[in-house]
Structure formats: structure tokens, C-alpha cells
């Protein structure tokens, strides 16, 4: 069993940066693939960034390439999402996922993932 906790939403300004952070419960963290992915109102939640279990391969949204990082810190049981260059369209609550535990690679389907967090809210204004 893991819980999520995501944190560091708010608001920021277009080009502006932001860090998401997303704690994880749990003494086998580095056993999960971590993923990240965000709902905007009225639109369907969809991928931003995977990464594996490893953090071998990470995998991004054609949409954030470039602009988007993740990493994860095992020892911190932490997955980050730093989030640069960000426009408004970026503006979603974002939600941290968790898949396995297992040697699993990233993915980009919600439904691959067995734990989630709460979500934080990012709005990022023009």
C-alpha cells in the first residue's frame, strides 16, 4: 500500500517556473514506477511525465518536452516535477501516480497505475 501527497502548486506566471513535489508512504518506494499527470476543468486527465522504477527511463508528454523535468529521490521516498516555462494551457490539477510494486517501466495510461495522490493545483496566468 503507498499514499501520495502532492505539494508546491500555486500560482505562477507565464515563462514562470514551478517544483511539484509528491511524498510517498511506504518502505518499498524505489519498487514503483511514478508517473504524473494533470486534469483541467471540463478536459480528460491526461499524461505529463513517467518515469521508472530504476528512474532509467523517464517519458514525457510531446506537449512538456523541453520544459518539464521529473526525477525521483528514493531515499526521500520523493518524485518531482519541475515544471519550467510554463504556459497557461499548463494550468490543470496535477495528480502523482504510483505503479507496482515491480520492475515496471513508465506509462502513459492512468489505468497502468495503482495508486494516486490528491492532486495540487497549478494556474499559471498570461
Known sequence: ????????????Q???SLRLSCAA????????????FRQAPGKEREFVTAISWS???VYYADSVKGRFTISRDNAKNTVYLQMNS???ED??????????PGDYGGSSYSYD??????????????
Open 91 to 100: 494550468t490543470a490539477v496535477y495528480y502523482c501516480a504510483a505503479r507496482g
Open 25 to 36: 508512504s511506504g518502505r518499498t518506494f524505489s519498487s514503483y514506477a511514478l508517473g504524473w
Open 113 to 126: 497505475y495503482d495508486y494516486w495522490g490528491q492532486g495540487t493545483q497549478v494556474t499559471v496566468s498570461s
Open 1 to 12: 500500500q503507498v499514499q501520495l501527497v502532492e505539494s508546491g502548486g500555486g500560482l505562477a
Open 55 to 57: 528512474g532509467g527511463s
Open 14 to 16: 507565464a515563462g514562470g
Open 86 to 88: 510554463l504556459k497557461p
